[in-house]
């Protein structure tokens, strides 16, 4: 995490013809200043101006500036802050007349920033026009620096920690509930930064409902189960599902899977620079289809991944992206069959300069407890 | 959940001058139409007229707009949906001509409503007038009625299964996330609807620090441990926090441990319609403060609680909001020493037509396990 991400901002504002991009907190607000923000009452942005030789502002409360001044990423901030109490709009105005916005082209989180900051904004500036930034934005952030492909490398290790951990204590007749609670458990236990968000675990899965949460169910001898989850650690995901049997399946279920590991399979192995999302897409789906399971694999191969769990790109027909190296998806596959059970075998990946890596290295190999 | 909040919102809306109040998703929207809808990259808007004779609108993916048709509130919607590749813009224009719109002012969520939703609304109303209704929403939401008063006392005896059950199973040498991992997964065995959210579990605490999430430290012998969780039921929610000694506590801290109970109870007894939120406060608060703790109790006393987890009013110095009857919220007040530990007790209370009802029925007595 450096400067270097205020620059490149910098070079793309010019191309797309904005003047300034204003940052609310969130994803992009960490992906560019490292500062954890939380989008609340009181509200927070940062003004990062196309001209880099204009020094970015922060509107700020008072109490949490200290944040921007001691952040990970040494930036020049004009600092704006407010006590509570104060009159927010004089403060915010100041900004805006100081970085001269009135009659420039602002551009914005449009799914991220609210009413409150965009009040704010336009008081002083009710020439300026309002544009969505969001192209830009996803431009810079789908393809990953060495530091958050390392960081996305530890994130994909602690869920297989986690996986290796809880199987040895998965017994018929927990419910699906329990087997999530366990793996909520050992995820507290092995994770030592965030805390994990609930597995989804399924068995009996149906085409229909292929991501519903955990449910009352009894987890009996015959079954497969589903479990999809995850880990954060320093502020980048994973994702992984794996397929449990309980005891060994019958012969239907048995080469259900192995469609699907081959799903997964040609999905990884079509992964390369210069081919586009939905190519990823249709290299997995193509394997289910010729197999006669085309009708029971009923979403999409997978998604991006990093600071927020699903992000561009997604691996779906229609997503012309063309892969870069750095960039991170899901492979994900699934084959789901109302009444006899569901497969679905995911893995993180990363473009490489001739291919692709799969960050998830755990076996494939459907587990049998 | 009825169609009687939207006739309060009607009136409501005359005396705070609005023609129209547009709700995003989220707890408002749940509020008035009893759906959970996701604030996501589809924009849901309903559009709630101040006249009674004006039917509601809603901008809703056509693939959600069912979820409306067939809600829990018989609202006779004017329904403006779109499909994925539709121009969003058009549909909007139309909802937003179709109720004349333009020159009128429109009530919406400051802290909810973002710039994609704003801008499709102003694009034909460039001389509408968007004026915050956040006090009007807080009015409405701050009383709870006969049903969401019936959910939030189930919401409540949740966390007090999970508590009974929980405190079975820790042992000395747990580390804080052990812990925390244990609450989770009794949690999920308990409450049937929702994931929990993970509990904060913490010993040696500091005054500083009164809320930091659970940590590695293992429980040892002579500690006291806060745990503060909840859970959700049928959208409500509970809060609940107990102080657990890991063996018998020392003198002081048994002397603590009597002054937050004593605070605690002087903040349930003081409840009663027509005081003042602050007055909880200050009447929790004077408790610890005559017996020389005052510095040690760092934060306010409570929160609202309902549809979210912290919602007006605030138990707080400063806080002027009038109790009513059906009014919901936290009595937690807490005293933390730094390397000796801290204690704090929390229940959930509602407003009655002449004092104060605590949902929570946990005993209130030092648990040592």
Known sequence: MSIERLRKLNELQHAAGTDCVAIV?????????GIHYH???????????ADPSDRPALVVPAFEAGKAMHGPVQIDWRVYSYLDGQDLQEVADLAVRELKLDGKVIGVEPTQMRVL??????????????????DLLKQMRMTKDADEISRMRRAAKVPERVLAEAIKRIKPGMTEREVAGLFMMVSFEQNP????????VQTGLSAAFPHAFAGERAVQRGDLMVV??????DSYGSDITRTIAI????????????????????????????ILAEDVDHAAREVIERAGYGPYFTHRTGHGLGLEGHEAPYMVKGDKTVLQPGMTFTVEPGIYIEGKGGVRIEDDMVVTTESGESLTTFSRDLIVV
Request: overall charge negative.
């Open 117 to 134: 900051e965009s009040g704010l904004l336009s008081h002083q500036a009710a020439n300026a026009r309002f544009v969505s930034a969001a």
């Open 193 to 200: 930064q965030e805390p994990a968000s609930p597995p989804l």
């Open 228 to 233: 999809d989850f995850g880990a954060v650690v």
């Open 247 to 274: 005891g060994e399946p019958g012969d239907e279920m048995k080469h259900v899977y192995e469609i699907v590991k081959q799903a997964n399979a040609a999905g990884r192995a079509a992964v390369r620079p210069g």
């Open 39 to 49: 989008l609340g009452e009181r509200p927070i942005i940062a003004l990062l101006p």
């Open 25 to 33: 907190p969130g994803a992009n607000m960490l992906y560019f200043t």
